[in-house]
């Protein structure tokens, strides 16, 4: 997926206060006992760089703006770098990118 590609966003993914109250579960959740546990491996969930658990950011597999939520099982701690490489992408764009850059093979 290309720098310049964009997403068509549902307009009910992006309702302000949808956003509002998972940004707020996100907060909640970043103060809990999980997340520090988290954090504390120093695991960047993206490129597996080792990181002090501050220089994580916490991320949504799929974002909030593309239907995510924050729930324990759609937030992965990210280094800067990868948390804002990433942008809008989900799991499946980042999969779907890589099969596209594959060469191939002409046997």
């Known amino acids: ?15 302000p206060k949808r956003l509002k109250k998972e940004r707020e579960k996100a907060r909640e959740l970043r103060q809990s006992s999980w997340w520090k546990q988290k954090i ?7 490129c597996g760089r080792k990181f002090p658990p501050k220089e994580l950011t916490m991320d949504h597999l799929v974002p909030l703006a593309r239907g995510g939520t924050s729930t324990k099982n759609n937030l992965v701690p990210a280094c800067k770098e990868c948390n ?3 942008k809008l992408k989900t799991p499946v764009d980042e999969l779907l ?4 850059q594959k060469p191939e093979n002409d046997e």
């Open 40 to 46: 504390a491996q120093g695991l960047c969930h993206y």
């Open 84 to 86: 804002a490489k990433k």
């Open 97 to 100: 990118s890589q099969i596209s």
């Open 1 to 15: 997926m290309s720098d310049d590609e964009y997403f068509f966003l549902n307009p009910e993914h992006t309702d």
